[in-house]
């Protein structure tokens, strides 16, 4: 364990308030404060205490009455000397203070740089650093779910294990080219066979996890298609509550796609409205409908949106059998239900299964079950449902999939019986992307480029 000079920085939301919390962290952190700090002595003071005194100007001039609390290392966020500085939250105190604590010899801290000196002193390995500013930004009940998994350790504790015992066997596989002429096997291969098999079922879920983990941290691609005056428009507007999308009884009123965001029973879904499938009149209307396409392609969820006045069973069926070849998730939603008559209804509820259709009537906002039927589509991951660990760093998904690549040459390289180098090679490759997946191997360009993205104060 090692302290670093003196850093701080607010670690409260910038702007007028109540309350804002500055951070001092590092070497001498407790003493320099104490030095502006009029009260108890800070020094004598046990960790995990908080005293109430005033922060002062160098001429004994008070700055604000403030609430100091000491956290003594190791037992601190960043295991080194912490002191958090309660003052009121005029933007003009907090920059005195601030200016106070530079001149007593403290640095600004950069951004994120708190959570680096935690994660440099073994407070708790990269993935679970990084995943403090998902926890920071998370602004759903997924995301939030999602973030706190991996800050409690999630994957990474299982890989940094299995990563441990392949290190044992590399160790041996290397030792083993140091008796080449002797034809000996420390390793023995079905063991390491076995254990790059355990791994690899590790790693898949984990792998298979990013759509999902993907769709939790950004929003659930949600694009709503259909023929033109299907209601998609309607549709937009009545779930957003507002009118977002310009609505008209002209077909192909709608030419490009229309985004926002909705937030259904702690999920959020980004909502895509469309240009109207058909064929096109024009090339502009052209362009919208190659748009619309490429949006069904990159969705999570397609809601097919038809009208139940007018649209037969049968082109349902061909409908459904076109979204299923697509392979993606889909809702058949029935629109303008208040229009039908009772044999339509009878046509199409005789071809499928009610739990298949969601009907509604768009322009009467009568939609609630449309948003429990997005939500219920939503959670039927495991991984929503559960809060089991998922992937939603690229970074992470990059190293899990170079790692399965590894171990499958290596797996390959041992049915062809390869020499003990060339299976050691492959053996490194894998333990060099887990190494920097969880930390163990880490650069500054690698650290400063995660720890940059962080606000200050984190």
């Known amino acids: 364990m090692f302290q670093l000079e003196p850093i701080a920085a607010l670690a409260t939301a910038p702007g007028i308030g109540a309350i804002a919390v500055i951070r001092v962290s590092g070497e001498g952190a407790i003493a320099i404060t104490s030095r502006i700090f009029r009260g108890k002595e800070l020094t004598r003071q046990e960790s995990h205490t908080a005293h109430f005194g005033t922060i002062r100007h160098a001429n004994g001039s008070i700055i604000d009455e403030v609430l100091v609390t000491v956290f003594r290392a190791p037992k601190s966020f960043t295991k080194e000397d912490v002191v958090e500085i309660?003052?009121?939250?005029?933007?003009?105190?907090?920059?005195?203070?601030?200016?106070?604590?530079?001149?007593?010899?403290?640095?600004?801290?950069?951004?994120?740089?708190f959570t680096q000196r935690a994660f440099l002193n073994g407070q708790f390995d990269l993935v679970q650093a990084e995943a403090v500013a998902d926890l920071i930004a998370s602004d759903s009940e997924a995301s939030h779910r999602a973030a706190l998994t991996q800050l409690r350790g999630g994957f990474s504790r299982q890989l940094k294990e299995l990563r441990q015992q392949l290190i044992d066997f590399v160790a041996l596989v290397e030792l083993e080219l140091d008796f080449g002429e002797e034809d000996v096997e420390f390793a023995h291969r079905d063991r390491l066979r076995q254990l790059m098999i355990d791994i690899r079922r590790v790693l898949h879920p984990l792998i298979d996890s990013f759509s999902t983990g993907n769709a939790i941290k950004n929003g659930v691609p949600t694009v709503i298609v259909g023929k033109p005056n299907a209601g998609k428009s309607t549709l937009l507007n009545a779930l957003l509550n507002e009118?977002?999308?310009?609505?008209?009884?002209?077909?192909?009123?709608?030419?490009?796609?229309?985004?926002d965001e909705l937030f259904i029973n702690g999920i959020r879904f980004r909502l895509i409205d469309t240009a109207g499938l058909r064929q096109a009149t024009d090339q502009i209307e052209a362009i919208g409908i190659e748009r619309t396409q490429q949006k069904m392609r990159d969705a999570a969820l397609v809601v097919y949106l038809f009208d139940g006045s007018s649209t037969t069973a049968d082109e349902l069926t061909q409908t459904q059998t076109e979204l299923q070849q697509a392979g993606k998730p889909y809702l058949l939603v029935g629109n303008k239900a208040d229009l039908m008559t009772d044999a339509q209804r009878a046509s199409i509820d005789h071809s499928f299964n009610e739990e298949n259709i969601v009907w509604i009537a768009a322009r009467d906002q009568r939609i609630d079950e449309l948003k429990a039927a997005l939500s219920a589509r939503a959670r039927t991951d495991a991984a929503m449902q559960t809060g089991s660990a998922v992937v939603t760093n690229a970074r992470h998904y990059e190293h899990l999939t170079a790692t399965?690549?590894?171990?499958?040459?290596?797996?390959?390289?041992?049915?062809?019986?390869?020499?003990?180098?060339?299976?050691?090679?492959?053996?490194?490759?894998?333990?060099?992307?887990?190494?920097?997946?969880?930390?163990?191997?880490?650069?500054?360009?690698?650290?400063?480029?995660?720890?940059?993205?962080?606000?200050i104060g984190k």
């Open 86 to 113: 309660s003052c009121h939250g005029s933007e003009f105190i907090i920059q005195q203070i601030l200016r106070r604590l530079t001149q007593e010899g403290v640095r600004l801290a950069r951004p994120g740089e």
């Open 404 to 455: 399965d690549e590894a171990l499958v040459r290596a797996i390959h390289g041992l049915d062809s019986q390869v020499t003990p180098d060339w299976l050691a090679m492959d053996l490194r490759v894998a333990l060099q992307h887990l190494g920097e997946l969880t930390g163990e191997i880490t650069t500054d360009d690698l650290l400063d480029s995660i720890f940059s993205k962080f606000c």
């Open 243 to 259: 009118e977002k999308a310009i609505v008209s009884d002209i077909p192909g009123t709608t030419r490009d796609v229309i985004e």
